[in-house]
């Protein structure tokens, strides 16, 4: 699937689809994925038949829990910023006892710092990468909601968002400015 997914452009935007099918409004997702499903048949030899049988038995009867439908915060983005975060102030992957207590309290002075900061007018600053892709995706459901673009539209738009390169981004990023 992989070989496929680098080398077969097809492939590659279902896949993708497959992935913005999360950011779909709920009641959208089943007929969104049927398109996916309906699509990925037409290809020849079936690459991504295994891929939509685990999507189907995995994760179709229980959408409520993984869309993320026009939510500002998409809890995973945060949890891997966190991750990183540990990973860059540890700089090390077993880290002894003592080592990680010491972590452990920096982190709560961090936190407590933070709340202060928060509790007197501050806000965390946004990435400009991520407000620009906030705002493309802002701008889809927008669109979505006036009815200039219908459903299919909306999950092509988001397709492009989420599996975008970090380098086309930042490229349109700066074109755009």
């Known amino acids: 699937m992989q070989s496929k997914y680098v080398s077969d452009e097809s492939v590659r935007g279902l896949c993708k689809k497959l992935m913005a099918?999360?950011?779909m409004p709920e009641n959208t997702v089943l007929s969104a994925y049927d398109e996916i499903n309906k699509d990925a048949q037409m290809l020849p030899d079936s690459p991504m038949?295994?891929?939509l049988n685990y999507f189907e038995k995995n994760w179709l009867s229980n959408v409520?829990?993984?869309n993320v439908y026009a939510a500002e915060s998409r809890t995973n983005n945060i949890c891997e910023a966190y991750h990183s975060r540990i990973n860059c102030r540890i700089l090390?992957?077993?880290p002894n006892i003592w080592k990680f207590i010491k972590f452990l309290q920096a982190e709560e002075k961090r936190a407590q710092l933070v709340i202060?900061?928060?509790?007197?007018?501050a806000s965390k600053k946004q990435q400009p990468r991520t407000a620009f892709i906030q705002s493309r995706i802002n701008t889809l459901y927008a669109r979505y909601n006036d009815g200039v673009i219908n459903s299919?539209?909306?999950l092509t738009g988001l397709s492009l968002v989420?599996?975008?390169k970090k380098k086309r981004i930042e490229t349109q990023f700066t074109a755009e400015e």
């Open 21 to 23: 099918l999360a950011m």
């Open 49 to 51: 038949k295994p891929l």
């Open 64 to 66: 409520d829990m993984w």
């Open 92 to 94: 090390r992957n077993h």
């Open 116 to 121: 202060i900061q928060w509790s007197a007018g």
């Open 152 to 154: 299919s539209d909306l």
């Open 162 to 164: 989420v599996g975008a």
